[in-house]
């Protein structure tokens, strides 16, 4: 079977002719069939991070069952899934307090993508820019057939991100000013979330124009380029000067993690979604950290609770409450796949989403 590989940072991904090692007790096997390309692939790519090359990235990925092992009762060959990524072992405290997000349990390290000796590593235990995957069984998430795939693989990682860091881990009141800094894949969930939430006003901030008019639809009330503006000057203007209430960042730069702080009201929240690099640092003015009475949150995966929040947010989606498909921008074959990483770096897309068919 075909599997995108990283071969060496900095590097475009090679098209490889990989195997799959036998399925391990609580493992099943997936086939493909979308998966959305998502800036944490590209940080990979680009920055040295635990998953070491070569490396199988993408980790927005839905398809069908293809085979269980024999212990699986959860899904069965032919089930449509949304594959959810990383540890949720079901027995650490952070599992035991709905938390699984949180899990320390390390990743599976048996090698699952191998060709005679070598050793592919499995980004966050999914690697699905690939044909098929073997993944954790529990991490499966059942999908009804109404709920066109592509759609599906972005309830693994953007949807589910962006919606469940407005409601479940800044838990955002109605009538808050919210303002989100980075409105991509990620971003443009935090938007609608927002809205959903019933947030008095919900900020865009981009550089894109494209973005900005996208944001509006997904129910921005305020958009702002910060290529012309200052953000940090022009939410607080927009907020009676005090600043929002919350300030998403969905970029992962410590300069706009600083505007998110610096434009949280006195006692508001900034989120921190954006995925900063391992060496890079924020400084806060410690008297005014502790005088403002503000709070710096980080936003792991939306803190999902996979079984309860992805059948919530597929019920949303069916019952026209968030959108999907309108972020999906483009779509790309698996052999296109640094194209797709072109267009989501030129700000082309929302999302770009590998289909396998
Ligand atoms: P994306 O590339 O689709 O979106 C990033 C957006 O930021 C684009 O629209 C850019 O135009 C915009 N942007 C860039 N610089 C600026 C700036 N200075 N001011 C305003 N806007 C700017 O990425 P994405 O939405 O896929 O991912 C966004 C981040 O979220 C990235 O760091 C990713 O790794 C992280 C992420 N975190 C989690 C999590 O669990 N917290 C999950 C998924 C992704
Ligand atoms: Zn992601």
């Keep these: 079977m075909k599997a995108a590989v990283l071969w060496e940072r900095r590097t475009p991904l090679k098209i490889e002719e990989i195997d799959l090692a036998d399925l391990q007790p609580g493992e099943a096997r997936v086939r493909m069939l979308?998966?959305?390309?998502?800036?944490?692939?590209?940080?990979?790519?680009?920055r040295e991070t635990p998953f070491k090359p070569p490396l199988v990235l993408g980790h927005?990925?839905?398809?069908?069952?293809?085979?269980?092992?024999?212990?699986?009762?959860?899904?069965?060959?032919?089930?449509?899934?949304?594959?959810?990524?990383?540890?949720?072992c079901?027995?650490?405290?952070?599992?035991?307090?709905?938390?699984?997000y949180l899990c320390t349990t390390p990743l599976p390290d048996h090698p699952r993508f191998i060709r005679k000796d070598e050793r592919f590593a499995q980004l966050l235990g999914v690697g699905s820019f690939a044909e098929y995957v073997n993944v954790t069984a529990s991490n499966l998430v059942r999908v009804p057939d109404e709920v066109p795939i592509e759609c599906a693989a972005l309830l693994a990682c953007g949807v589910t991100t962006g919606l469940g860091a407005v409601t479940t881990t800044a838990k955002v009141e109605p009538g808050s000013n919210v303002a989100v800094i980075g409105i991509g894949g990620v971003g443009?969930?935090?938007?609608?979330?927002?809205?959903?939430?019933?947030?008095?006003?919900?900020?865009?901030?981009?550089?894109?124009?494209?973005?900005?008019?996208?944001?509006?639809?997904?129910?921005?009330?305020?958009?702002?380029?910060?290529?012309?503006?200052?953000?940090?000057q022009a939410i607080k203007d927009l907020t009676h000067g005090r600043g929002a209430d919350y300030v998403f960042?969905?970029?992962?730069?410590?300069?706009?993690?600083k505007q998110?702080?610096?434009?949280?009201?006195?006692?508001?929240t900034a989120v921190v979604v954006g995925l900063g690099a391992a060496d890079e640092e924020v400084s806060f003015?410690?008297?005014?950290?502790?005088?403002?009475?503000?709070?710096?949150?980080?936003?792991?995966?939306?803190s999902v609770?996979?079984?309860?929040?992805?059948?919530?947010?597929?019920?949303?989606?069916?019952?026209?409450r968030i959108k999907i498909d309108q972020l999906i921008s483009r779509r790309f074959r698996l052999d296109q796949v640094n194209e797709a990483f072109d267009a989501m770096q030129a700000g082309e897309v929302a999302r770009g989403v590998i289909m396998y068919e």
């Design 188 to 232: 443009m969930n935090v938007v609608q979330g927002a809205a959903l939430a019933g947030a008095n006003r919900v900020i865009a901030v981009d550089l894109v124009e494209r973005k900005l008019e996208m944001a509006h639809q997904f129910g921005a009330t305020h958009m702002i380029n910060a290529s012309e503006t200052d953000p940090v």
């Design 260 to 268: 998110a702080y610096d434009a949280a009201r006195n006692g508001g």
């Design 305 to 320: 609770r996979p079984h309860m929040d992805v059948p919530r947010y597929i019920d949303m989606y069916l019952n026209g």
């Design 285 to 302: 003015n410690l008297a005014e950290l502790m005088r403002s009475g503000k709070a710096i949150q980080g936003c792991f995966y939306g």
């Design 249 to 257: 960042e969905v970029i992962g730069r410590p300069n706009t993690i």
């Design 60 to 88: 927005e990925g839905a398809g069908v069952v293809d085979a269980v092992s024999p212990d699986v009762k959860s899904v069965k060959p032919g089930d449509r899934v949304v594959i959810m990524f990383g540890s949720k």
């Design 90 to 100: 079901g027995t650490c405290h952070f599992c035991h307090s709905g938390e699984d």
């Design 34 to 46: 979308a998966s959305g390309v998502c800036h944490s692939d590209l940080h990979h790519i680009n």
